[in-house]
T-cell receptor, first 112, second 118 residues
C-alpha cells in the first residue's frame, strides 16, 4: 500500500521568507507528483506537478524531486500571508487515470 | 476558466438514508474521480471512472457506493444506506486523459459536498 508522509506542522515563517515543505513516499515506482494547496473547508487547488528528477519552477514556487531518495519538496519564495494554508503532497502511479495518494498535509502559517 | 462543479454544497441526511452527490466535470475531460476527506484526515481516493465504467476503486468503495454518468455532463456518487462514518467532504475531480501510459494526469477538484449523517 502506498504511503505518503508529510510533517503536519504548523510551519511558521515570516512574511517574505522562504517556506520549505517536504514529502516522502513509499512506492518506488511512483512517477507523478503533485502539490495542492487547501484552505480550511475548501477543496485542493493544484499548485504544480513534477515528473522528472530535479527542480521545476513556476513563479514563486519551486518543486524538487529526488526519485532515488523518494523525496519531493516545495519551496515558496517571498511567502505572503495569503499563502497560509495546508499544502498537500499527492503521488500518482502509471497511466493517465491513476488514483492519487495524498499525504496528510503540512499547515503553513506566514506571519506578517 | 473551466472548473468542476458539485451540488449540493452541504447535504444533511439521516443514518440509513440514500444520498446522491452530483458533479459536473470539466467538459472535455475523460476521467472522473471521487475522493473523500473526513474532518482532520487525509484526502482518500474512492473511485475512478472512464469510458462509462469503473477503472479503479479503493477498499472504501464497497457495495454501499455506486457511480454513474447518467448523461453527457453529470457524474454521480450514490451512497445506498448512509452510516455515521460516511460523514465527510466528498470531492469530485476530473482529468483530460492526455498524459499517456507513463504518468498520471493532473486532476482538478470541485469545491466539494459536505455530507453530514445524523
Amino acid at each position: 500500500q502506498k504511503e505518503v508522509e508529510q510533517n503536519s506542522g504548523p510551519l511558521s515563517v515570516p512574511e517574505g521568507a522562504i517556506a520549505s515543505l517536504n514529502c516522502t513516499y513509499s512506492d518506488r515506482v511512483s512517477q507523478s507528483f503533485f502539490w495542492y494547496r487547501q484552505y480550511s473547508g475548501k477543496s485542493p487547488e493544484l499548485i504544480m506537478s513534477i515528473y522528472s528528477n530535479g527542480d521545476k519552477e513556476d513563479g514563486r514556487f519551486t518543486a524538487q524531486l529526488n526519485k532515488a531518495s523518494q523525496y519531493v519538496s516545495l519551496l515558496i519564495r517571498d511567502s505572503q500571508p495569503s499563502d497560509s494554508a495546508t499544502y498537500l503532497c499527492a503521488v500518482g502511479g502509471w497511466g493517465a487515470g491513476n488514483m492519487l495518494t495524498f499525504g496528510g498535509g503540512t499547515r503553513l502559517m506566514v506571519k506578517p | 476558466e473551466p472548473e468542476v462543479t458539485q451540488t449540493p454544497s452541504h447535504q444533511v441526511t439521516q443514518m440509513g438514508q440514500e444520498v446522491i452527490l452530483r458533479c459536473v466535470p470539466i467538459s472535455n475531460h475523460l476521467y472522473f474521480y471521487w475522493y473523500r476527506q473526513i474532518l482532520g484526515q487525509k484526502v482518500e481516493f474512492l473511485v475512478s471512472f472512464y469510458n462509462n465504467e469503473i477503472s479503479e476503486k479503493s477498499e472504501i468503495f464497497d457495495d454501499q457506493f455506486s457511480v454513474e454518468r447518467p448523461d453527457g455532463s453529470n457524474f454521480t456518487l450514490k451512497i445506498r444506506s448512509t452510516k455515521l462514518e460516511d460523514s465527510a467532504m466528498y470531492f469530485c475531480a476530473s482529468s483530460d486523459g492526455t498524459s499517456g501510459i507513463l504518468i498520471t494526469d493532473t486532476q482538478y477538484f470541485g469545491p466539494g459536498t459536505r455530507l453530514t449523517v445524523l
